[in-house]
């Protein structure tokens, strides 16, 4: 049984006649006709009887009609649905990310995206390391990943900008200045858990500039990292983009400045919806730098 013959069945009761539903379709009579049949021959049952004062329903047709109207109103249902997602006026994108993406990067894009799209939802997952953001997208899970550039990867890539990663809390400096390998070595450390990924940089920056981070707490979770610093326990390495706009005067650059490139990404072509998304992502102003703005002697991470 095929949709094109319910159609069919439902064009030749509705207009009343073969020939008025073969004009309607634009398909011959014969052909029309034979479609009825062969849907009569599968069903096992005459749907459709002619008499002088035109078509009428046989009790095997009174009992098919209504069903047929409803495959198809489900069917129209379904195309519209999906159209709506196409559309971006209803769906949801699976955003996969970080933790420290989820809170300090991506928060300016869901809200212009609600206002472009406001049936539309995002749904973000995080994970506490870019090697299990990168599994999992491997794993065919989510639509759509904004994270650390993944290396090597075989699916579509895009850049949207660089983070800068500051070190917060009492360094005995003024706002703005440079912090050097001495100071670093002397300073007293919030360092993460190896399940975070921003231990993996810290060790990454300690071993470019030669000392070693002398700890005295470590957390997995960059938000209370920052919390114990501003407390005055020690300096925590954050990205720039979670620190409150009122605590930027604790923050000071590392060396020439450790950036770390910040990328959109996916398995595969994404699907409409995740590549307005991700359209979205590149043309708004986010809290990145772009390439060209780097310092020349900056350290990538």
């Not at 069945?9 to 539903?21: I, K």
């Not at 209803?90 to 990310?97: A, E, Q």
């Not at 470590?218 to 114990?228: D, S, Y």
Request: glycine share 8%; hydrophobic share 45%; aromatic share 6%.
């Amino acid at each position: 049984m095929r949709l094109r013959q319910l159609e069919y069945f439902l064009a030749v009761w509705e207009s009343g006649s073969f020939s008025a539903a073969a004009a309607l379709l634009y398909v011959s009579q014969p052909s029309l006709s034979q479609q009825i049949r062969l849907l009569e021959k599968e069903l096992g049952a005459v749907l459709l009887e002619r008499g002088r004062h035109g078509l009428a329903l046989t009790p095997a047709g009174r009992v098919f009609l209504p069903r047929a109207q409803r495959v198809l109103r489900a069917t129209e249902e379904a195309a519209e649905a999906v159209q709506q997602v196409v559309e971006g006026r209803s769906g949801d994108v699976h955003v996969l990310t970080v933790r420290s993406v989820a809170s300090g990067i991506l928060p300016p894009s869901a809200v212009r995206w609600h206002a472009l799209f406001p049936t539309a939802v995002l749904r973000v997952h995080d994970f506490s390391h870019r090697r299990a953001l990168e599994d999992a997208v491997r794993s065919g899970q989510g639509d759509i990943a904004v994270g650390p550039r993944p290396e090597p990867w075989d699916g579509p890539v895009e850049s949207l900008g660089y983070e800068e990663m500051v070190l917060v809390g009492p360094t005995g400096r003024d706002t703005g200045s440079s912090v050097g390998p001495e100071e670093l070595a002397a300073a007293d450390w919030i360092l993460y858990e190896p399940e975070q990924g921003m231990s993996e940089i810290a060790d990454r920056i300690a071993t470019s500039l030669g000392f070693t981070p002398r700890a005295v707490a470590r957390t997995g979770q960059v938000t209370a990292a920052l919390l114990f610093a501003m407390e005055g326990l020690g300096v925590a390495l954050v990205p720039n983009n979670v620190v409150p706009g009122g605590w930027v005067q604790h923050t000071r650059r590392i060396g020439p400045g450790v950036y770390r490139e910040i990328v959109a990404y996916s398995r595969s072509v994404p699907t409409q919806l995740a590549q307005r998304y991700r359209d979205l992502l590149v043309t708004l102003e986010l809290p990145l730098t772009a390439a060209g703005d780097l310092p020349a002697d900056a350290l990538r991470c």
